[in-house]
Nanobody, 121 residues
Framework: QVQLVESGGGLVQAGGSLRLSCAAS??????MGWFRQAPGKEREFVAA????????YYSDSVKGRFTISRDNAKNTGYLQMNSLKPEDTAVYYC????????????????WGRGTQVTVSS
């Protein structure tokens, strides 16, 4: 039942920054995550956050460069991306799930439509 809408994607030069937003229709979920998929590649986990506690999780490829956060009052999650590399180019998807006690890296059941992020060299 959760509807997710991503925004903030675009074109940026290598080394630049971009902030993605994910607006949720409701707040009855426990994890919000970000995934990305480049052409010809599998969709991969990027980052996740527990909605109530704010615990964060990152893939090794983005740790130290990306920061995930949320604004509970606005039912909105954010992904701040710094020091962007051409390898970060992909469609970024916001995801959410209501289950707890499971890995924040898997088993999401609500997905946004995605937003394109392109990093030029």
């Amino acid at each position: 039942q959760v509807q997710l809408v991503e925004s903030g994607g675009g074109l940026v030069q290598a080394g630049g920054s971009l902030r993605l937003s994910c607006a949720a229709s409701e707040r009855t979920f426990y994890y919000m995550g970000w995934f990305r998929q480049a052409p010809g590649k599998e969709r991969e986990f990027v980052a996740a956050i527990s909605w109530s506690g704010g615990n964060t999780y990152y893939s090794d490829s983005v740790k130290g460069r990306f920061t995930i956060s949320r604004d509970n009052a606005k039912n909105t999650g954010y992904l701040q991306m710094n020091s962007l590399k051409p390898e970060d180019t992909a469609v970024y998807y916001c995801a959410a799930k209501k289950t707890i006690g499971t890995s924040p890296r898997y088993n999401y059941n609500y997905w946004g439509r995605g937003t394109q992020v392109t990093v030029s060299s």
